[in-house]
């Protein structure tokens, strides 16, 4: 027999899936010393910490435990998504073991709320939380579902690269003085991607007023990508144009989900609705110089027909970013049984689409254009290959324009959950 080098035993170990070889890692850990640090490092690099009632583990309780025996576990981790919980053992549990994870090289954050108020937690869970998110090494943070959140927690994420919020409330009942403090206690802000998800209750209107605080640098003075979830409702709208006018001098690539109710499939099932105008706000996008690429997500209706706003929506696209490449269309709908037919393309062609693209004026730096097919509500296994051919051929008929320049590409997406996309 003869040695192996340590680092060659360390890179094939590195290799090794966390998730899905989390057996073979363990069996490995046992072979040999040799093996144990290695093996130890990649099973712990990525961590989920469950609360009770979610019956999953490794639990709140169980990681603290964990930490305190063999601290050293904690300085593994790198990806690390916990659920919050108010319940005061399972709460000073999660304390424990953030002590052990704020001295380590945290990279990558996910707090999931499930509805917690941050005013909940305890003082010394919430303070360790905070102690987490100003780790120099921390790059990505995402909250979920988390309400009453300080401002203080809105200051850290601000020197955080990549930032997600998804239904996020902000405690409107801080102090005042406390809020103004926290808008000074960051220097130079490091925000380059933004994700932002409104709730139904029209939530992201504080963090909207957070964003455009005017103060020097702003929070958006580096910003490269921005995912913009707009409102329902028309409240938000000089909101959210105010937020991509304040970053359009560095601003790259856009991503706009128009919004809409969550019953939106479900009513369209029962013609419920006839119009999915009312249920997604009309889009205006402001002059965006220096974006290249755009995703807009398109919710079609139970006829398969596209909003009212679409061809004028891509009309704004066309004037507002002179330089964009690549326009990404995410078209959702609900898979019915029996598929109906799409549309009739003989209603109409999308007019910056249409037969006269190829002496456009405009779009002169478009390079493709990718429509992708999002199927929702599968109720068991069917074939998607005539919803898809129908699909295309709308695409090619409401487009032709692009179809005949060949800059028009479709594909079948498997939907993921938001928490499976984030970065």
Aim: aromatic fraction near 8%.
């Amino acid at each position: 027999m003869f040695d192996l080098p340590q680092e060659l035993l360390d890179a094939i170990v590195d290799n090794v899936d966390n998730v899905h070889d989390a057996t073979t890692l363990r069996s490995c850990a046992l072979i040999a010393t040799s093996f144990r640090a290695p093996c130890q490092r990649v099973l712990f690099r990525t961590l989920w910490l469950y609360r009770e009632r979610s019956q999953r583990r490794p639990s709140l309780e169980e990681a603290s435990a964990l930490f305190t025996a063999s601290p050293h576990l904690a300085s593994y981790v790198r990806d690390l998504t916990v659920e919050l919980t108010d319940i005061p053992p399972e709460s000073a549990a999660l304390e424990v073991a953030l002590r052990a994870l704020a001295a380590a090289n945290l990279e990558r954050l996910v707090l999931l709320g499930r509805s917690t108020k941050w005013t909940g937690l305890g003082h010394g869970t919430a303070a360790a939380l905070l102690a987490c998110l100003a780790l120099p090494s921390l790059r990505r943070l995402h909250l979920m579902n988390l309400f009453r959140v300080p401002s203080a927690v809105l200051a850290a994420a601000m020197a955080i690269p990549v930032v997600s919020l998804y239904r996020v409330l902000l405690n409107t009942r801080e102090d005042l003085e406390v809020y103004r403090q926290s808008h000074e206690s960051i220097a130079s802000p490091r925000l380059r991607h933004l994700i932002l998800t409104d709730s139904p209750f029209g939530a992201a209107l504080p963090i909207f007023d957070w964003l455009l605080h005017s103060r020097d640098p702003p929070y958006t003075a580096s910003m490269k990508r921005l995912e913009l979830r707009l409102e329902p409702d028309s409240h938000g709208s000089g909101h959210d144009q105010r937020l991509l006018a304040s970053c359009s001098g560095t601003l790259e690539y856009l991503v706009i989900d128009p919004g809409g109710i969550l019953l939106f499939f479900a009513a369209a099932r029962f013609s419920l609705i006839s119009n999915t105008t009312a249920l997604v706000r009309q889009i205006i996008i402001p002059h965006l110089p220096l974006v290249r690429t755009v995703e807009l997500k398109v919710f079609v209706d139970y006829r398969r027909r596209l909003p009212s706003f679409f061809s004028s929506t891509i009309a704004n696209i066309a004037s507002a970013l002179p330089l964009v490449e690549t326009i990404d269309l995410r078209f959702i709908v609900e898979l019915l049984d029996p598929e109906p037919a799409w549309d009739d393309p003989a209603a109409g062609h999308v007019p910056v689409f249409d037969p006269s693209f190829a002496n456009r004026s405009q779009l002169l730096h478009l390079r493709s254009v990718h429509c992708k097919l999002s199927v929702r509500g599968v109720p068991y296994p069917m074939a998607l290959e005539t919803p898809f051919a129908r699909f295309v051929a709308a695409m090619g008929a409401w487009m032709p324009g692009l179809r005949d320049a060949g800059f028009l590409v479709c594909s079948l997406e498997d939907p993921q959950r938001y928490i499976d996309r984030l970065p």
